[in-house]
């Protein structure tokens, strides 16, 4: 999932992306990927699963409970024995094919947990905000963060990359300079981070983390590759440091909503995306209520009013 484009004309996005959906395609040697037929504006042409290794492989994020592109997945192996099936989070876009893969293959399923959100639900929020969501989701093994699974000439490194998604996974593939990066860091667009699922404080740690590890290219959830994907993750940072700002500055003029902060920040914003850029927004007031810096009252929420904090 995805995004809010606004403030982002400091982030070169790249979308140059035309793989058509169920078409097999290497990326590197012993990686190939394929689109699932889901394009949308939080998902881009669709989510791309990915293959690690030959002969026994690893499945990463076998994609939505999609009748055709479980198909083409199943096909793209045939031959081949799934040793392994790695979900870098249980948004539903990326996790109810797996027990269909797992089905047919018999591989080990490993996450970092089932799908909760990032902080316990305020009264009266609902699944509304929740239905995302992949509740049915159990992984065989959990991951923890640091950990390395090897297969057959491939290993994967558990990145644990929360803020998208409270259970975000990227996975490192050793001996390369390749991040699975998930839908934490991806090319054609920045990260939608909304409670109850994501949190703003999370994911910033998330992408410090990400800043001073080695891997260079993201190969990510939606989209092409990230290219000097340092650097890009520089950006972000950047991008969500100036929204967080231009929300701040806002407030200084007086108390306000949701609905305001929106209107002055996303110019221009797809109106489809109005509820995510919305989230967006409640994520960064949550951080900052809990930083002391805005005030509201009781819990943030998505219909409250915020004010700068006195002091
Ligand atoms: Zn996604």
């Given at each position: 999932m995805i995004m809010d484009n606004s403030v982002s004309d400091d982030i070169p996005f790249d979308k140059s992306f035309d793989l058509p959906p169920g078409q097999v395609d290497?990326?590197?040697p012993g990686v190939r990927r394929l689109v699932?037929?889901?394009?949308?504006?939080?998902?881009f042409t669709g989510t791309v699963t990915y293959i690690v290794g030959r002969g026994k492989v690893a499945i990463i994020d076998p994609g939505p409970e999609h009748e055709s592109h479980i198909a083409a997945v199943l096909d793209a192996v045939r031959g081949e024995t799934v040793t392994h099936i790695f979900v870098t989070h249980t948004h539903r876009d990326h996790s109810p094919a797996v027990p269909y893969v797992k089905a047919a293959t018999g591989a080990t399923v490993l996450?970092?947990?089932?799908h909760r959100p990032a902080r316990p639900l305020h009264i009266g929020e609902t699944k509304r905000l929740d239905a995302g969501g992949d509740q049915n989701?159990?992984?065989d093994r959990t991951l923890a963060d640091g950990e390395t699974v090897s297969g057959d000439g491939w290993a994967l490194e558990a990145v644990a990359t929360p803020g998208h998604c409270a259970n975000h996974m990227a996975f490192a593939l050793h001996g390369t300079d390749v991040l699975f990066s998930g839908d934490h860091v991806?090319?054609?667009a920045t990260s939608v981070v909304a409670p109850p699922d994501g949190a703003m404080r999370d994911y910033m740690q998330s992408l410090f983390k990400l800043r001073v590890r080695p891997e260079r290219i993201y190969l990510p959830g939606h989209g092409p590759a990230v290219r000097d994907a340092p650097r890009f993750v520089?950006?972000?940072i950047a991008h969500r440091e100036a929204r967080q700002a231009a929300i701040l500055h806002r407030l200084a003029k007086g108390e306000t909503d949701i609905p305001t902060l929106v209107r002055a920040i996303y110019i221009g914003l797809d109106p489809r995306l109005v509820g995510a850029a919305s989230l967006s927004v409640l994520a960064h007031l949550e951080d900052l209520v809990?930083?002391?810096l805005v005030a509201t009252e009781g819990d943030p929420s998505i219909g409250g009013t915020y004010r700068a904090a006195a002091g």
């Amino acid at each position: 999932m995805i995004m809010d484009n606004s403030v982002s004309d400091d982030i070169p996005f790249d979308k140059s992306f035309d793989l058509p959906p169920g078409q097999v395609d290497e990326v590197m040697p012993g990686v190939r990927r394929l689109v699932a037929p889901n394009p949308g504006p939080f998902t881009f042409t669709g989510t791309v699963t990915y293959i690690v290794g030959r002969g026994k492989v690893a499945i990463i994020d076998p994609g939505p409970e999609h009748e055709s592109h479980i198909a083409a997945v199943l096909d793209a192996v045939r031959g081949e024995t799934v040793t392994h099936i790695f979900v870098t989070h249980t948004h539903r876009d990326h996790s109810p094919a797996v027990p269909y893969v797992k089905a047919a293959t018999g591989a080990t399923v490993l996450a970092e947990g089932p799908h909760r959100p990032a902080r316990p639900l305020h009264i009266g929020e609902t699944k509304r905000l929740d239905a995302g969501g992949d509740q049915n989701f159990r992984p065989d093994r959990t991951l923890a963060d640091g950990e390395t699974v090897s297969g057959d000439g491939w290993a994967l490194e558990a990145v644990a990359t929360p803020g998208h998604c409270a259970n975000h996974m990227a996975f490192a593939l050793h001996g390369t300079d390749v991040l699975f990066s998930g839908d934490h860091v991806m090319a054609w667009a920045t990260s939608v981070v909304a409670p109850p699922d994501g949190a703003m404080r999370d994911y910033m740690q998330s992408l410090f983390k990400l800043r001073v590890r080695p891997e260079r290219i993201y190969l990510p959830g939606h989209g092409p590759a990230v290219r000097d994907a340092p650097r890009f993750v520089e950006r972000f940072i950047a991008h969500r440091e100036a929204r967080q700002a231009a929300i701040l500055h806002r407030l200084a003029k007086g108390e306000t909503d949701i609905p305001t902060l929106v209107r002055a920040i996303y110019i221009g914003l797809d109106p489809r995306l109005v509820g995510a850029a919305s989230l967006s927004v409640l994520a960064h007031l949550e951080d900052l209520v809990a930083s002391g810096l805005v005030a509201t009252e009781g819990d943030p929420s998505i219909g409250g009013t915020y004010r700068a904090a006195a002091g």
